[in-house]
C-alpha cells in the first residue's frame, strides 16, 4: 500500500511537471520586441504575438502625475495598472498609438505621446484640461474604435488620465490651455439659422462637409490627418452624436477649439461668439434625421421644410443605424 | 483499497444513491467548459481579453456594460456592415486535461464474489479512483450583432464524446424606445446571473459549478426533475440597465423545462427576477450587492411512451423556488463573492409522489440553505488565485424521519490560473485546480458520508 502511494505521488509529479513546462516556456518569452512599432493601416498582421508588456520596460514608469478633477485627485501609479489592462491594445505599450491593433484601425488611436488630442475646451494647440480628458474616457469618440468607460469608476478614470499624462513631456513642462469661454446660448431664432447658414458659406465649411453636411464636398477625398491617413469630414446627416459630445454647447466648443490632428481648424479668431451659435443652429438642421428644435423651426419655413424633404434619403435599412 | 460491508439498502439508501447519480451527473455536465469568453469580440475590437475579463472568462464591469449592450460598444460601428466581410465571429473552446477523480464511499462491488449467506454477488462499499489525460466538452461560440441593436449568441457545444446540443441560441433586440432599460431576448440563453456559472473560475469535476444552483434534496428523483438556476433556459427576458451599467434588472419567462427542447413537460411557465445595484467605495472600487428570484413548476409524473422506456409528457405539476442575494467585494488586488441561496421544493416533488397520490404520512416541503463564498487575488491581468467554499444545509426533510443533515454538502475548491499571453485574439490558460466535496449520509449502500475529490490540470484555450 506504502509503495501504491508513493508510486502515485511521483505519478503526480510527473504530470505536474508535464503541464507546467509549457506554460513556464511560453512564460519565458522575450516581450514583445514591436513596442513602438508603427505599421501602415494597409499592412497584413503581424506575426509576431504580443506578450502582455512587462511593467519595468515602460518608459513612463518613473514619471508621476497627477489629475485634479473636483473632489477627484488621480495619480498615475493607479492609472498605470488600468490602462496595462484596457487600453495598451489599441494605444501600444508606450502610448504612442501603436498598439498590437492599431494597424487594423482606420482611424488610428490617439497618440500620448505627442500629447495632441481632438476633443478640448482648450484654444487649439495647447493641451487639454483633465476634464477634458475624463470627459473623452466617460463618452468614448464616435465612429471610431474609442469606447465609452462610464462602466469604470470616477476614480479609475481619473487615475487614468493621470497616467495618460505621464507619456508625454509636453505635461511636465507645459500647462493646460485655459478653457474657452462658453457664454449662454441665444434664443433659437428663424434668423440665427439663416445667419448661420450664410456663414456656412462664408467660412466655406462646404467645401469639406458639403453643401447638405454630408461629409462630401469637394475637399474631402484630399484631407489627412496629423498621422498622414485620410479622414472624413463629419457627416452632419447620418449622425445623431459628434466625436467629442451630443449638446450644443460641445458643438459650440468644436467650432472654436477646433478639433487637433485633424483638419478641423479652430474659428476661434474668426468668428465672434455669437455669430458661432448661429452657425451651430444651423449645423443642427443638417442633421436632418435627429429631431432637434433648430430642425422643428427650421422646417416650419416653406425653405428649410423643402431642403430638409429633399436632403432626406429613403433606402433599404443596412443595419448599420445610419438613416439618412 | 475495498472495503467489505453488509448490506442495507432502504429508503435512504436508495434515494441517496439517486442522488448521487444526480450529483455524478451535474458534475458530468459541468465538466463541460463555460460558455463565457468570446475572442471574436476581442477580434472584431482589438482589445485585449483583460479589458472585459477580470480573468478570462469572468466579466468585469465593462464586459458586462458590453454584454448587456447586446455586444455593443455603443460607436456606430458595432453593425457587421462595419468589418471587413471576411471577419467571422466564431470562437472555439475546450481544454484539454489530466485529472483524478476519487470518491470515498461508492458501490465497488465485484460481482465475482458472493455472500456466503444469500448467494448473491456480495455488494462492497469502498473507495474509487480514477485518473488520466482528459478532454472536456467544447463550445462552439458565435456571438455579435445582426445589425445596430439587433445581437445574437449561437452556442453549438459538444461534450467531451463529441455529443452536439445547443447550450444557447438567442436574438436580443437592444435599446427599445431608445433607453438601456428596455431590451428583449429571446431563445435559449443563461439567466442574468452576475454570479455566474457559465463564466466560473473553476473546471474540475467537483468545483467546477455553483452547488448552490442545482442542488436538489436527495430524496428527489431526478429523472422527474431536475433544474439548475445554472442552466441555460428557454424563453423570453426583458431587461434594463443603466448607462453605466451599475443599475441592472431582469425578468424572464421560461418554460417550464430547464432548457431542454421539444417542449417536454410542456404545460406551463417559470419566471426568474433579478436585480442589482454597484456602488462606488472610493479607490476600492466598484461594489455590486444584488437579489434574485426563481419561482417554477416541475412534472411529478410522467406519460410513458409505449414501447420505449423513455418518460413522456410531464403532468401533475408543482412549484418550486429558489431565491437569493450575493455581493461583489473588492479590495484592492482581493475580491469576495458571497451568495446566500434558499430553496425549497413542494413535498410531491420532494417525496416523488405524484400529484394525484395522497403524499406520505407527515410528508412536507424540503427546504435548504446555502452559502457561498469566493475569493480571487488579482496579482495582475496574467495571474488569478482562486477559492471558494460553499455549504448546503437542509432545513427541512421532505420526510421527517430522515436525518436533518442528510444531503447537506460542503465544498472546498481552490487553485490559480495563469496567463502566460493576453492577447486581442486568443485566450490561454494553464489551470490547476483541486476541489474536494462532502456530503452526508449518501453513500450507495451504507449511507454513509460521501467524500469526494478532484485534481484538475490542464490548458484552457479559446481562440
Given at each position: 500500500m506504502r509503495a501504491y502511494k508513493l508510486g502515485l505521488n511521483w505519478m503526480f509529479l510527473a504530470v505536474l511537471a508535464l503541464l507546467a513546462i509549457p506554460s513556464l516556456a511560453l512564460a519565458q518569452q522575450e516581450p514583445n520586441?514591436?513596442?513602438?512599432?508603427?505599421?501602415?493601416?494597409?499592412?497584413?498582421?503581424?506575426?509576431?504575438?504580443?506578450?502582455?508588456?512587462?511593467?519595468?520596460?515602460?518608459?513612463?514608469?518613473?514619471?508621476?502625475?497627477?489629475?485634479?478633477?473636483?473632489?477627484l485627485t488621480g495619480h498615475s501609479e493607479s492609472g498605470r495598472k488600468l490602462y496595462f489592462r484596457f487600453c495598451w491594445g489599441c494605444h501600444g505599450f508606450r502610448g504612442d498609438g501603436n498598439g498590437e491593433n492599431a494597424p487594423y484601425l482606420n482611424i488610428l488611436p490617439r497618440n500620448f505621446v505627442a500629447a495632441t488630442f481632438k476633443c478640448r475646451s482648450t484654444p487649439t494647440g495647447t493641451l487639454p484640461t483633465d476634464e477634458d480628458l475624463y470627459n473623452s474616457l466617460g463618452r468614448g469618440l464616435n465612429n471610431s474604435n474609442m469606447p465609452s468607460w462610464i462602466s469604470l469608476t470616477d476614480q479609475q478614470r481619473a487615475d487614468m488620465v493621470a497616467f495618460i499624462k505621464t507619456f508625454s513631456p509636453r505635461w511636465q513642462t507645459e500647462k493646460s490651455g485655459d478653457p474657452i469661454n462658453v457664454p449662454a446660448e441665444p434664443a433659437l431664432t428663424l434668423q440665427s439659422i439663416k445667419h448661420g447658414q450664410e456663414l456656412f458659406q462664408k467660412?466655406?465649411?462646404?467645401?469639406?462637409?458639403?453643401?447638405?453636411?454630408?461629409?462630401?464636398?469637394?475637399?474631402?477625398?484630399?484631407?489627412?490627418?496629423?498621422?498622414?491617413?485620410?479622414?472624413?469630414?463629419?457627416?452632419?446627416?447620418?449622425?445623431?452624436?459628434?466625436?467629442?459630445?451630443?449638446?450644443?454647447?460641445?458643438?459650440?466648443?468644436?467650432?472654436?477649439?477646433?478639433?487637433?490632428?485633424?483638419?478641423?481648424?479652430?474659428?476661434?479668431?474668426?468668428?465672434?461668439?455669437e455669430e458661432a451659435w448661429d452657425l451651430v443652429h444651423y449645423l443642427r438642421t443638417l442633421q436632418v434625421r435627429q429631431k432637434s428644435p433648430e430642425l422643428t423651426l427650421w422646417m416650419s419655413t416653406p425653405e428649410g421644410a423643402a431642403i430638409v424633404s429633399a436632403q432626406r434619403i429613403s433606402g433599404t435599412p443596412t443595419g448599420s443605424g445610419i438613416n439618412q | 483499497m475495498t472495503l467489505s460491508v453488509p448490506v442495507r439498502r432502504g429508503f435512504s439508501s436508495i434515494t441517496s444513491s439517486i442522488a448521487f447519480a444526480a450529483l455524478l451527473a451535474a458534475l458530468m455536465v459541468a465538466d463541460s467548459p463555460s460558455a463565457g469568453a468570446i475572442p471574436a469580440f476581442a477580434r472584431k475590437y482589438g482589445m485585449p481579453c483583460s479589458a472585459c475579463h477580470e480573468a478570462w472568462p469572468k466579466l468585469n464591469n465593462f464586459g458586462q456594460t458590453f454584454k448587456d449592450n447586446g455586444y455593443q460598444l455603443g460607436n456606430d460601428r458595432d453593425a457587421p456592415i462595419f468589418q471587413q466581410p471576411a471577419y467571422w465571429p466564431i470562437a472555439l473552446r475546450i481544454t484539454p486535461h489530466w485529472?483524478?477523480?476519487?470518491?470515498?464511499?461508492?458501490?465497488?462491488?465485484?460481482?465475482?464474489?458472493?455472500?456466503?449467506?444469500?448467494?448473491?454477488?456480495?455488494?462492497?462499499?469502498?473507495?474509487?479512483?480514477?485518473?488520466?489525460?482528459?478532454?472536456?466538452?467544447?463550445?462552439?461560440?458565435?456571438?455579435?450583432?445582426?445589425?445596430?441593436?439587433?445581437?445574437?449568441?449561437?452556442?453549438?457545444?459538444?461534450?467531451?464524446?463529441?455529443?452536439?446540443?445547443?447550450?444557447?441560441?438567442?436574438?436580443?433586440?437592444?435599446n427599445l424606445l431608445h433607453t438601456p432599460w428596455l431590451n428583449v431576448k429571446v431563445g435559449k440563453f443563461e439567466l442574468d446571473n452576475i454570479v455566474s456559472e457559465k463564466r466560473i473560475l473553476t473546471l474540475s469535476g467537483q468545483g467546477g459549478f455553483y452547488q448552490g444552483y442545482h442542488f436538489q434534496p436527495v430524496t428527489e428523483d431526478t429523472s422527474l426533475f431536475t433544474f439548475g438556476i445554472g442552466d441555460n433556459q428557454l424563453g423570453a427576458e426583458l431587461s434594463g440597465h443603466s448607462r453605466n451599467d451599475y443599475t441592472r434588472y431582469s425578468v424572464a419567462l421560461l418554460s417550464s423545462n430547464d432548457g431542454n427542447v421539444d417542449l417536454p413537460n410542456g404545460h406551463g411557465y417559470d419566471t426568474f427576477l433579478t436585480f442589482s445595484q454597484a456602488f462606488q467605495a472610493g479607490s476600492l472600487g466598484l461594489q455590486r450587492v444584488g437579489a434574485f428570484a426563481y419561482v417554477g413548476r416541475a412534472p411529478t409524473y410522467h406519460t410513458l411512451v409505449a414501447g420505449d422506456s423513455a418518460l413522456g409528457d410531464g403532468f401533475g405539476q408543482k412549484s418550486f423556488t429558489r431565491a437569493g442575494f450575493f455581493g461583489l467585494w473588492y479590495y484592492k488586488k482581493l475580491d469576495f463573492t458571497t451568495m446566500y441561496i434558499h430553496g425549497s421544493d413542494s413535498a410531491f416533488l420532494g417525496t416523488n409522489t405524484p400529484s394525484y397520490m395522497d403524499l406520505p404520512l407527515g410528508a412536507r416541503k424540503p427546504t435548504w440553505n446555502v452559502g457561498t463564498i469566493e475569493t480571487h487575488y488579482t496579482w495582475n491581468p496574467q495571474l488569478i488565485l482562486i477559492n471558494r467554499y460553499e455549504l448546503v444545509r437542509m432545513s427541512q426533510q421532505a420526510l421527517p424521519g430522515l436525518p436533518g443533515n442528510l444531503g447537506d454538502v460542503d465544498v472546498l475548491t481552490f487553485g490559480y490560473r495563469y496567463y502566460p499571453f493576453i492577447s486581442s485574439r486568443a485566450g490561454f490558460a494553464f489551470h490547476n485546480e483541486y476541489s474536494i466535496l462532502r456530503q452526508r449520509g449518501v453513500s450507495p449502500i451504507n449511507g454513509v458520508d460521501v467524500t469526494s475529490s478532484s485534481l484538475f490540470l490542464g490548458f484552457d484555450f479559446i481562440f
Open positions: 520586441s514591436q513596442q513602438g512599432s508603427a505599421q501602415p493601416a494597409t499592412q497584413p498582421a503581424p506575426a509576431q504575438q504580443a506578450a502582455t508588456p512587462a511593467p519595468a520596460a515602460m518608459p513612463a514608469r518613473d514619471v508621476h502625475q497627477e489629475s485634479h478633477l473636483g473632489k467660412l466655406e465649411c462646404w467645401k469639406c462637409h458639403g453643401q447638405e453636411g454630408r461629409g462630401d464636398g469637394p475637399s474631402a477625398s484630399t484631407l489627412t490627418d496629423s498621422n498622414d491617413q485620410p479622414i472624413r469630414p463629419y457627416n452632419f446627416a447620418a449622425g445623431s452624436r459628434f466625436k467629442c459630445g451630443v449638446s450644443n454647447r460641445d458643438l459650440y466648443k468644436i467650432f472654436l477649439t477646433g478639433v487637433d490632428g485633424t483638419p478641423m481648424p479652430s474659428f476661434g479668431d474668426v468668428v465672434k461668439p | 485529472h483524478r477523480e476519487s470518491t470515498s464511499a461508492t458501490d465497488i462491488t465485484n460481482p465475482a464474489t458472493t455472500d456466503p449467506v444469500t448467494g448473491l454477488p456480495a455488494t462492497t462499499e469502498g473507495q474509487l479512483t480514477t485518473h488520466g489525460f482528459d478532454l472536456t466538452g467544447m463550445d462552439m461560440l458565435t456571438a455579435g450583432t445582426l445589425a445596430k441593436n439587433i445581437s445574437f449568441l449561437l452556442v453549438p457545444s459538444a461534450d467531451e464524446t463529441g455529443a452536439f446540443h445547443f447550450e444557447s441560441a438567442s436574438v436580443r433586440f437592444d
